[in-house]
């Protein structure tokens, strides 16, 4: 693309540019390539003059394009898009193009629950979301943005909000991000209220058929063992479970080291199952995690 | 290349090639970043100049070279930055916002130049309390970023790391910062941006700080936690941010931190993990990056010596958790 230029631009001959003042700050000079630099110049000039126009917006786009970190500019856009009473649709559609070019900013998010808030309806932002998941299902940004949206506009009992959920951990039962969405859908919103018993019984029904399909997983054994926690049931609760992924008389076929975490905790909790605790905890540091061996010796220690 | 810049810890000659740390190639590395202004990569990244000059400060400190920046020009950048109201921008003529006065502040009690800020600019150390303490929010005792109000336990931390530095923690309520922490706390034992956010090795770090800050490290379930962050490092020795995500080098420093905080630091395999931060040196131009054969920057340089630091790697000087 041809670089966008200002100065023999006629919709722009009224404004004195400022240049950037970097005299006698050896840490601070900074060289701008000539494009960067002079969009920045007109910027300080309609700033310092505060100007809220569409010429404006369309220099903030300009700048946002080439460096969209610059929170500075965010921050006058909003100001220039409230003082034109300009239509906010039309900036969310702007903005679900540009977001797909920035991945990884924080700026953008802001701007947009700013936006999503004033305007007062989610429509439109799931597949908005979809199309951000797409290029990376684990996007922390996204995901904030979507609890925003569950606690903006009351969405935690809404069945397609859960329904939706079911379907990105389907995609990737390791989506760590997916998981703790359905948790913050579930409870998040209910403080320290009990859950109801048959919501309970879902959650745990899910999470088992979860590990199920992939033994070997940290994030839908920790969803099962906080539902456990969060409902005050005992951890001995799981013990039939997590025999069918490990058992100590078997130590060769242990298909999965949370399962034999969790044995070793429910052991724990029986002064009479000590040495069964300890033969958990052992195979845990020797043979199935021993990268973490001083945790679980640390955790033998205790027993002692 | 020898390493005789630490305090009087010997035996590095006896490392295998493979663990050793280039230092005079990072403190090379960090002393010419500010000198690439012709680069399109430099003023791309001014909205963290400060924060990377604190970067490349604490690097430099750590690595025993504290004098390699010129002290009166870094100052001078400072000052520059400095608004009227007493909050600090990223760089000169970039809006003040808590993360850039934070580092602002963290470069001045690294040099140790409280009294040279007071020389330039009477009275600048309460108006920039003042300017952090302005931004917590009365009703949850969290802190915005700024004058928009994002809020995320990053700024919390942030806000309680630098009063504190300043020792004017008390003009905001810790109690009610502290409460909005616990807000944060998750099923899975760790801590997110904000209440029901998923946890993450980052945000666990702000947490666990200012709570390590308030005097409140009794809130925390230090042994379920402890178990989280050390299930953070992989076969490979790194260590990652989230459950099922790759490693990357930045993580040393916040999963470590944290860790040190919780006196638990031994329940990750050190030797491993020292071993993939070297992997991720350039050794002939300095710098380390995010994982092995990546480009290098300033932030991974600074958290993997940080990390190498906290795992008392030879030579290095000793960094503080907080």
Known sequence: ?????????????????????????????????????????????????????????????????MNPAHYTIWLYRFKVLSELHADLREEIAWLNVTALKHLKNYQIWHHRQ???????????????????????????????????????????????????????????????????HRYFLVFGGKGEQTA????????????????????????????????????KLPTSTLKDFALEFADIEKPDDVTSSYALDTLADIYTEYQSKREEA????????TRYDPVRAHYWNYRKRLLE | MALVSGPGRGGVAELPAEMRLFVDKHVHYIQSLDSRKDELEYWLTEHLRLNGLYWGLTALHLLGHPDALPRQGILDFVCSCLHENGGIGAAPGHDA??????????????????????????????????????????????????EWGEQDT??????????????????????????????????????????????????????????????????????????????????????????????????????????????????????????????????????IADRPGDMVDVFHTVFGIAGLSLLKYPGLVEVDPI
């Open chain 1, 1 to 65: 693309m041809a670089p966008t230029f200002y100065h023999d631009d006629p919709k722009w001959s009224n404004i004195k540019p400022i240049p950037q003042n970097d005299t006698a700050r050896p840490l601070a000079a900074i060289a701008y390539t000539d494009e960067y630099s002079e969009a920045m110049s007109y910027l300080r000039a309609v700033m310092a003059k505060n100007e809220y126009s569409h010429r404006v917006l369309g220099l903030t786009d300009h700048i946002i394009s």
């Open chain 1, 114 to 180: 700013t936006v999503i808030d004033k305007l007062g309806s989610p429509e439109g932002e799931a597949d908005f979301i979809a199309t951000m998941l797409q290029q990376d299902t684990k996007n922390y940004h996204v995901w904030s943005y979507r609890q925003f949206l569950v606690q903006r506009f009351g969405l935690f009992d809404d069945e397609g909000e859960l329904k939706w959920t079911e379907g990105m951990i389907e995609e990737d039962v390791r989506n760590n991000s997916a998981w703790n």
């Open chain 1, 196 to 231: 109801d018993k048959a919501i309970v019984e879902r959650e745990l029904n899910y999470a088992k058929a979860a590990i199920k399909k992939a033994p070997q997983n940290q994030s839908s054994w920790n969803y099962l063992r906080g539902v456990v926690r969060r409902n």
């Open chain 1, 278 to 285: 300890k033969k958990a905890l052992d195979l845990l540091a």
């Open chain 2, 97 to 146: 916002h808590m993360l850039y006065t934070v580092s602002g502040v963290q470069i001045l009690a690294t040099l140790d130049a409280f009294a040279d800020l007071e020389a330039r600019v009477p009275g600048g150390r309460q108006k920039i309390a003042k300017y952090i303490a302005d931004l917590q929010d009365p009703e949850t005792g969290t802190f915005a970023g700024d």
């Open chain 2, 154 to 287: 990053r700024f919390l931390y942030g806000a309680l790391n630098a009063l504190s530095l300043m020792g004017q923690l008390h003009l905001v309520n810790v109690d009610r910062a502290v409460a909005h922490i616990q807000s944060c706390a998750n099923f899975d034992g760790g801590y997110g941006t904000s209440p029901g956010a998923e946890s993450h090795s980052g945000q666990i770090f702000t947490c666990v700080a200012a709570l390590t800050i308030a005097g409140r490290l009794d809130l925390v379930d230090q042994d379920k936690l402890g178990a989280w962050l050390s299930e953070r490092q992989l076969k490979n020795g790194g260590l990652n941010g989230r459950p099922e995500k790759k490693e990357d080098v930045c993580y040393s420093w916040w999963v470590l931190s944290s860790l040190a905080m919780l006196n638990k630091l031994h329940w990750i395999d050190g030797e491993k993990l020292a071993a993939f931060i070297l992997q991720c040196q350039d050794t002939e131009l300095g710098g």
